[in-house]
């Protein structure tokens, strides 16, 4: 049946234990166990029955289940009403049925085989044994009942019964009586698992015995009664079909229920997965088109908001994160809902690309890493964010919700972090790219196949509800937004951000672990080299127009974008940005130290269109009055060469907040500060600019702020990372050798008594030496107990070769290395057996 997988060195005899069912693995076998549960892992376990003990804790089998598809886990939940061991066949009837499912027979071996190989599974195909901890934690009991929806044995119901009452339920089932209640009901088992003799019982049945029965077989078995139940009760009851589980509640017996549904432990296996179904199809070089300017928009984006909180952005709340009112105001800075906003911000983020400065007054500011982002090629840019948001564990869709406490979840906040959210994306991704190329998935046969793949993380909740579901639901909106996919399908550089290019691979493992840092930077590489051709390039110029407005069509290059940034202000976005000029951008301009010539020649060299006179006559009339008034600090002074000018701010109503007084015809003082007094005269029309003490122009220069240098957020991991090869090597090696030194054989030594399992061996000083030098001289192996400097004592297995200065150098099986031991440090020594050396 195929079901060896992973078994290696067989013994001669059925193991006894999930222990000696593991030492006759090969090492191969091994690898897949530690591999498919890396808890295991931490710390590496001393030897293979340490092993086998932590792979039966109840925290190691609840992750290992959790880990399971549905079938699988059916299959576990199978073997867990099954009689312990049960042969294979047995296992085959309660998931096929008397009737047989040819889907089940195919699928059902490699079934038996992921348990196996995850060690929730022991035994040979003819002694099947679910792990206790497994079984316990499936079995079915009234405080938990099993998903199978069947209740207790006939053994396990009639436990406390008196042998006069189950003598009478034999008498009532037409069955002769027994001398002990053990044989009792011995005899009402083998009643109810024999098809004929069940079928003729329930042939004399009442019909509304019959309907009892119907509302119970499928679970949940438990059913209340009275103490006058009625006649159809009281005939089940009374033959043993209904059996007490308390006064007032009766059980359906197992095997009874079997027979009732044809042999099956569920009503409806699963063995083959849901199918992702395509919704739509299109072009493959239309999803990539439509993906590549989506990723164009994505970039534009965050560097809009990056721009944005240039100069320091929110404030940090005390208990960390964005407030709400920050967030609508990034939201309505950026043109989008809230929700998009707090998956920008994340992103960014994510990508260590803004982060807290660290102030007292703590703002959130793009770090240095943003300025060299800044620098990389746009596919590059977009292959870093994307990276970030397929590794992050933060969870944007979570923002606004309410953590367990009832507390509100922020953008940036500490608890977004769902160890679930990278793997349940890269699962996303390969189902997607499991899809004709252009084809975009039918959401609802999506999240049921997530669901068929993890049916106790996700449960049978409606779509939406659980974790894993609305995980799914989220990475098809982010991805969108993002660029890696087209009207819902994946584009070809979104598969290649993918382990091996986005192969489609249907194994779920594929998706679930975790990608190393090469295998994620030759992803994004991929990915950016795809993406390269499909992004337009920068473009060093503008197209000006005679209503004061600039066309840039394309994205712009760096030191022209940055100036223009500073000259006009942005009108609309989309495939050519549109600026626009007004007096207050002009005299931005200037105040960051541009002179009108200098706007000119700018204008001049990057426009593609003569500059249109208006804007010229714009800029020439901004900065001709741009500085005719000055403001500097008294509290606060103005002054002017024309005291016509002065005048007329005197005169105008507006002024009268500012509280201004003439201290000369060419000075006025005011009692407001040169802030205020400075807003205040360019709301009234004019174009001051503020001065230094010796009456030199302040040039007031957007001041980039800056955190200190910040690392991204490390992901929060779903349990532990899963191991690559060469640490999966270097563990069985080690459990191996630490095996070996524990159970290996040693001489006996009638003098003194044998250490007890797992303890060190004691010898004198003078025996120490003297074994080891035996030892050397013969080329023979010596089992050691050894306390290293840390006072950790273990066993090891030596082959010493040289003894000399109170050491001793030795060949160690334990290590498979060369090492030199103090002889000191050696609690004693012991020969092995002949049959070991």
Same mark, same amino acid.
């Given at each position: 049946?195929?079901?060896?997988?992973?078994?290696?060195?067989?013994?001669?005899?059925?193991?006894?234990?999930?222990?000696?069912?593991?030492?006759?693995?090969?090492?191969?076998?091994?690898?897949?166990?530690?591999?498919?549960?890396?808890?295991?892992?931490?710390?590496?376990?001393?030897?293979?029955?340490?092993?086998?003990?932590?792979?039966?804790?109840?925290?190691?089998?609840?992750?290992?289940?959790?880990?399971?598809?549905?079938?699988?886990?059916?299959?576990?939940?199978?073997?867990?009403?099954?009689?312990?061991?049960?042969?294979?066949?047995?296992?085959?009837?309660?998931?096929?049925?008397?009737?047989?499912?040819?889907?089940?027979?195919?699928?059902?071996?490699?079934?038996?085989?992921?348990?196996?190989?995850?060690?929730?599974?022991?035994?040979?195909?003819?002694?099947?044994?679910?792990?206790?901890?497994?079984?316990?934690?499936?079995?079915?009991?009234?405080?938990?009942?099993?998903?199978?929806?069947?209740?207790?044995?006939?053994?396990?119901?009639?436990?406390?019964?008196?042998?006069?009452?189950?003598?009478?339920?034999?008498?009532?089932?037409?069955?002769?009586?027994?001398?002990?209640?053990?044989?009792?009901?011995?005899?009402?088992?083998?009643?109810?698992?024999?098809?004929?003799?069940?079928?003729?019982?329930?042939?004399?049945?009442?019909?509304?015995?019959?309907?009892?029965?119907?509302?119970?077989?499928?679970?949940?078995?438990?059913?209340?009664?009275?103490?006058?139940?009625?006649?159809?009760?009281?005939?089940?009851?009374?033959?043993?079909?209904?059996?007490?589980?308390?006064?007032?509640?009766?059980?359906?017996?197992?095997?009874?229920?079997?027979?009732?549904?044809?042999?099956?432990?569920?009503?409806?296996?699963?063995?083959?997965?849901?199918?992702?179904?395509?919704?739509?199809?299109?072009?493959?070089?239309?999803?990539?088109?439509?993906?590549?300017?989506?990723?164009?928009?994505?970039?534009?984006?965050?560097?809009?908001?990056?721009?944005?909180?240039?100069?320091?952005?929110?404030?940090?709340?005390?208990?960390?994160?964005?407030?709400?009112?920050?967030?609508?105001?990034?939201?309505?800075?950026?043109?989008?809902?809230?929700?998009?906003?707090?998956?920008?911000?994340?992103?960014?983020?994510?990508?260590?690309?803004?982060?807290?400065?660290?102030?007292?007054?703590?703002?959130?500011?793009?770090?240095?890493?943003?300025?060299?982002?800044?620098?990389?090629?746009?596919?590059?840019?977009?292959?870093?964010?994307?990276?970030?948001?397929?590794?992050?564990?933060?969870?944007?869709?979570?923002?606004?919700?309410?953590?367990?406490?009832?507390?509100?979840?922020?953008? *940036?906040?500490? !608890? +977004?972090?769902?160890? %679930?959210?990278?793997?349940? &994306? =890269?699962?996303?991704?390969? @189902? $997607? /790219?499991? #899809?004709?190329?252009?084809?975009?998935?039918?959401?609802?046969?999506?999240?049921?196949?997530?669901?068929?793949?993890?049916?106790?993380?996700?449960?049978?909740?409606?779509?939406?509800?659980?974790?894993?579901?609305?995980?799914?639901?989220?990475?098809?909106?982010?991805?969108?937004?993002?660029?890696?996919?087209?009207?819902?399908?994946?584009?070809?550089?979104?598969?290649?951000?993918?382990?091996?290019?986005?192969?489609?691979?249907?194994?779920?493992?594929?998706?679930?672990?975790?990608?190393?840092?090469?295998?994620?930077?030759?992803?994004?590489?991929?990915?950016?080299?795809?993406?390269?051709?499909?992004?337009?390039?920068?473009?060093?110029?503008?197209? *000006?127009?005679? !209503? +004061?407005?600039?066309? %840039?069509?394309?994205?712009? &290059? =760096?030191?022209?974008?940055? @100036? $223009? /940034?500073? #000259?006009?202000?942005?009108?609309?976005?989309?495939?050519?940005?549109?600026?626009?000029?007004?007096?207050?951008?002009?005299?931005?301009?200037?105040?960051?130290?541009?002179?009108?010539?200098?706007?000119?020649?700018?204008?001049?060299?990057?426009?593609?269109?003569?500059?249109?006179?208006?804007?010229?006559?714009?800029?020439?009339?901004?900065?001709?009055?741009?500085?005719?008034?000055?403001?500097?600090?008294?509290?606060?002074?103005?002054?002017?060469?024309?005291?016509?000018?002065?005048?007329?701010?005197?005169?105008?109503?507006?002024?009268?907040?500012?509280?201004?007084?003439?201290?000369?015809?060419?000075?006025?003082?005011?009692?407001?500060?040169?802030?205020?007094?400075?807003?205040?005269?360019?709301?009234?029309?004019?174009?001051?600019?503020?001065?230094?003490?010796?009456?030199?122009?302040?040039?007031?220069?957007?001041?980039?702020?800056?955190?200190?240098?910040?690392?991204?957020?490390?992901?929060?991991?779903?349990?532990?990372?899963?191991?690559?090869?060469?640490?999966?090597?270097?563990?069985?090696?080690?459990?191996?050798?630490?095996?070996?030194?524990?159970?290996?054989?040693?001489?006996?030594?009638?003098?003194?008594?044998?250490?007890?399992?797992?303890?060190?061996?004691?010898?004198?000083?003078?025996?120490?030496?003297?074994?080891?030098?035996?030892?050397?001289?013969?080329?023979?192996?010596?089992?050691?107990?050894?306390?290293?400097?840390?006072?950790?004592?273990?066993?090891?297995?030596?082959?010493?070769?040289?003894?000399?200065?109170?050491?001793?150098?030795?060949?160690?099986?334990?290590?498979?290395?060369?090492?030199?031991?103090?002889?000191?440090?050696?609690?004693?020594?012991?020969?092995?057996?002949?049959?070991?050396?």
């Amino acid at each position: 049946m195929g079901t060896e997988g992973t078994e290696g060195k067989g013994s001669t005899s059925a193991p006894r234990t999930l222990a000696e069912a593991l030492r006759a693995r090969g090492d191969a076998g091994l690898a897949v166990l530690l591999r498919a549960r890396p808890d295991l892992l931490v710390p590496v376990p001393s030897d293979l029955t340490q092993l086998a003990t932590r792979a039966g804790t109840r925290a190691s089998v609840v992750r290992a289940l959790e880990r399971l598809d549905r079938f699988t886990l059916q299959t576990a939940e199978a073997l867990a009403v099954a009689p312990d061991p049960a042969p294979y066949p047995v296992l085959l009837g309660l998931m096929a049925g008397d009737d047989g499912d040819p889907d089940v027979e195919a699928a059902l071996p490699g079934a038996v085989v992921v348990l196996r190989d995850q060690a929730l599974l022991w035994g040979d195909d003819d002694r099947l044994r679910l792990v206790r901890t497994a079984r316990e934690l499936l079995a079915p009991s009234p405080q938990h009942p099993s998903p199978t929806g069947l209740g207790p044995t006939v053994a396990e119901a009639t436990s406390g019964m008196s042998p006069t009452r189950v003598q009478e339920i034999l008498a009532a089932a037409g069955l002769p009586a027994t001398h002990d209640p053990v044989s009792a009901v011995a005899a009402l088992t083998a009643l109810f698992t024999d098809r004929e003799r069940m079928g003729a019982l329930l042939d004399t049945a009442p019909m509304e015995a019959l309907g009892v029965l119907d509302r119970l077989v499928w679970g949940p078995p438990y059913g209340e009664v009275t103490a006058n139940p009625a006649p159809p009760v009281r005939w089940l009851r009374d033959r043993g079909l209904l059996l007490p589980a308390t006064t007032r509640t009766v059980v359906l017996p197992r095997e009874a229920a079997l027979h009732l549904r044809a042999g099956r432990a569920h009503r409806v296996p699963e063995p083959v997965a849901p199918v992702v179904a395509p919704a739509r199809e299109h072009r493959p070089q239309v999803v990539d088109s439509t993906a590549a300017g989506q990723a164009y928009t994505a970039l534009a984006t965050v560097d809009e908001l990056l721009r944005e909180w240039n100069e320091g952005g929110p404030a940090v709340l005390r208990a960390g994160g964005l407030s709400v009112r920050d967030l609508k105001r990034t939201a309505v800075a950026l043109d989008v809902t809230e929700p998009v906003a707090a998956f920008w911000v994340e992103l960014a983020y994510a990508a260590g690309l803004i982060a807290a400065d660290g102030e007292a007054d703590e703002r959130y500011a793009p770090t240095p890493e943003y300025d060299e982002w800044l620098d990389l090629p746009a596919a590059r840019r977009w292959a870093r964010l994307a990276a970030a948001w397929l590794a992050a564990t933060r969870t944007p869709g979570l923002v606004g919700g309410q953590d367990a406490k009832g507390r509100s979840l922020s953008a *940036l906040g500490p !608890d +977004l972090d769902r160890g %679930a959210a990278p793997e349940v &994306r =890269r699962r996303v991704l390969t @189902l $997607l /790219a499991g #899809l004709p190329a252009g084809a975009s998935p039918d959401p609802e046969t999506l999240l049921s196949r997530l669901r068929w793949e993890r049916p106790l993380r996700g449960g049978t909740a409606p779509a939406g509800v659980d974790l894993r579901a609305r995980l799914a639901t989220w990475t098809l909106t982010e991805a969108e937004l993002l660029g890696v996919t087209g009207r819902g399908a994946l584009s070809a550089h979104g598969r290649a951000l993918l382990p091996g290019g986005g192969t489609g691979e249907s194994v779920p493992a594929v998706a679930a672990a975790g990608l190393s840092v090469d295998e994620a930077a030759r992803g994004a590489a991929r990915a950016a080299a795809l993406l390269a051709p499909l992004l337009p390039e920068p473009v060093d110029h503008v197209l *000006l127009q005679a !209503d +004061l407005t600039a066309v %840039a069509p394309g994205p712009l &290059r =760096r030191p022209l974008a940055d @100036l $223009l /940034a500073v #000259l006009a202000d942005v009108e609309s976005k989309g495939g050519a940005t549109v600026y626009r000029f007004t007096p207050a951008s002009v005299r931005r301009a200037l105040d960051a130290g541009q002179a009108a010539a200098d706007l000119h020649a700018f204008l001049a060299a990057h426009s593609r269109t003569p500059v249109p006179q208006p804007l010229a006559y714009l800029i020439d009339d901004v900065a001709r009055r741009h500085g005719h008034l000055r403001v500097g600090a008294a509290s606060a002074y103005v002054r002017c060469d024309d005291d016509a000018v002065l005048g007329e701010i005197m005169a105008d109503k507006r002024s009268a907040s500012l509280r201004l007084r003439r201290l000369a015809p060419t000075v006025l003082a005011a009692q407001a500060d040169p802030a205020a007094l400075l807003e205040g005269l360019r709301s009234m029309g004019f174009a001051p600019a503020a001065e230094s003490a010796e009456g030199d122009v302040l040039i007031t220069r957007a001041h980039a702020r800056r955190t200190p240098p910040r690392t991204p957020p490390a992901p929060v991991p779903d349990g532990p990372p899963a191991p690559d090869d060469t640490l999966l090597g270097a563990a069985v090696k080690a459990i191996r050798a630490g095996d070996l030194a524990s159970t290996v054989a040693r001489k006996p030594e009638p003098a003194r008594p044998a250490a007890a399992d797992g303890e060190l061996p004691r010898t004198s000083a003078a025996e120490t030496l003297a074994t080891v030098q035996a030892a050397a001289l013969t080329g023979s192996a010596l089992w050691i107990g050894y306390v290293n400097a840390d006072g950790a004592a273990s066993q090891r297995v030596i082959a010493p070769v040289r003894v000399e200065g109170g050491f001793v150098t030795a060949y160690d099986h334990t290590a498979d290395e060369v090492r030199t031991y103090p002889l000191h440090r050696i609690t004693g020594v012991a020969e092995l057996a002949d049959d070991q050396v």
